[in-house]
């Protein structure tokens, strides 16, 4: 199976290529294909921002990587004051977005690397291997979750399912092929998927932009459907999994995912289908203790008002918050690269954490 999901990874979010980060740009996909290269940590941080790059994995990668690019900088600039320096940079890239636990996670991976560097020694060495290693163990992650959330639906059914995801969760949005898309994709290879229900994902569309776009060029039937759509679907009955991914998972099992997410959980709870959430540990955050304690993003009207850039709303007030907060009591699963939580608790999440991180 490894063999085939390697195979199956096609599209990239990201690059590291003579020492520039090469970002796809996920604004105008799926009908452009643009790449934005980045020489500095600025231009990352604003990529970040502006959503050039997004998903939890893929800006926590984005973000190791613009530690680097400030440290080049910085060092090149300031070879005496560099680290004082650079810690203006390092501010900014952490006030880019704020629920995505897997930014801060990177920031402080690269930190503690910083650390090591003996004085009056050039930091880049270290600072990019570290970089490549979240990279390259992202990657990985998304091969190792994939397989354990194929065996999940595996033990609870044999025959081909129906499921539904929300948003983006491929391989635009982290280092490998995906971590709910990804699972979706492994058990579509296992012959236990025949059929991927994509929730479009108002406002910024990344399920009929970007999930669609993925699932198209792997060949995997799919349909799209309004979001408010979702519930009549879990009622029509041929849906067994809700799939999605997550920004941010505090100790006690709460999922702080993208908008819609915390709906879905109470349709699927309450038409008895599964809810199954994959992220790597990166995107676990056990110092926060409950999903009250996550800071929810919230975006411009613009996002809700305009499609393309064209005006389709009356210019009025509006409330747009991109994230939401799914209690650990309506998830069935949280899958992960060092393991399966079923009916997620403290003390479970605990237990998870104590396992031996990939890197
Ligand atoms: C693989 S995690 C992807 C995660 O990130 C998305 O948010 P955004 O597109 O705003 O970065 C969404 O919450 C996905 O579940």
Redesign the pocket.
């Known amino acids: 199976m490894r063999e085939q999901l390697i195979a199956a990874e096609r599209i990239k979010a990201l690059e590291w290529k003579e020492g520039a980060l090469w970002l796809l740009d996920q604004r105008v996909l799926p009908l452009n294909e643009s790449w934005i290269e980045c020489q500095t940590s600025v231009q990352v941080t604003q990529a970040i921002s502006d ?1 050039v790059v ?6 926590g990668i984005a973000a190791a990587f613009a530690v680097v690019l400030a440290a080049r900088q910085r060092y090149q600039d300031e070879p005496h004051s560099w680290r004082s320096a650079m810690e203006e940079d390092l501010q900014q890239l952490a006030a880019s ?1 704020p629920t ?1 636990v897997n930014l801060f996670w990177a920031i402080e991976r690269m930190r503690s690397v910083l650390a090591k560097v003996p004085a009056q020694t050039s930091p880049l060495p270290l600072l990019e291997q570290a970089a490549l290693e979240i990279y390259h163990s992202d990657r990985e992650a998304n091969l190792i979750m994939a397989q354990l959330g194929m065996e999940v639906i595996r033990h609870h059914c044999e025959a081909p399912q129906h499921v539904l995801t ?5 391989a635009l ?2 280092g490998g092929f ?3 898309l990804g699972v979706v994709r492994a058990a579509y290879l296992a012959g236990l998927v025949n059929h991927v229900h994509v929730d479009e994902t108002r406002p ?1 569309l ?1 399920g009929s932009r970007l999930t669609a776009w993925e699932l198209a060029s792997d060949k995997i039937p799919l349909t799209v459907n309004a979001d408010s759509a979702a519930a009549h679907l879990l009622r029509e009955g041929d849906i067994t999994w809700v799939i ?4 941010r998972i505090t100790a006690n099992g709460d999922v702080a ?2 908008i819609g ?1 915390y709906q879905l959980s109470v349709l699927a709870r309450y038409h008895d289908v599964r809810l199954m959430v ?2 790597p540990s990166s ?1 676990i955050d056990m110092q926060l203790q409950t999903g009250a304690d996550i800071v929810i ?1 919230e975006r411009t009207a613009d996002e809700l008002f305009t499609v393309a850039g064209v005006q389709i709303a009356a210019s009025v007030p509006a409330f747009n918050p ?2 939401d907060v799914t209690p650990a009591h309506l998830v069935d699963v949280i899958v992960t690269e060092r393991g399966v939580v079923e009916q997620p608790t403290l003390e479970k999440m605990q237990q998870l954490m104590s396992h031996a991180a990939l890197h």
Not at 54 to 59: D, E, H, Q, S, Y
Not at 166 to 170: E, I, K, P, R, V
Not at 244 to 247: N, P, R, T, Y
């Open positions: 959503m997004r998903g939890a994995p893929a800006i977005r995505a929300h948003c983006n969760t491929g949005a982290t995906g971590t709910a910024w990344q999605v991914g997550a920004d995912n993208k997410t994959v992220a995107t993003e991109v994230f």
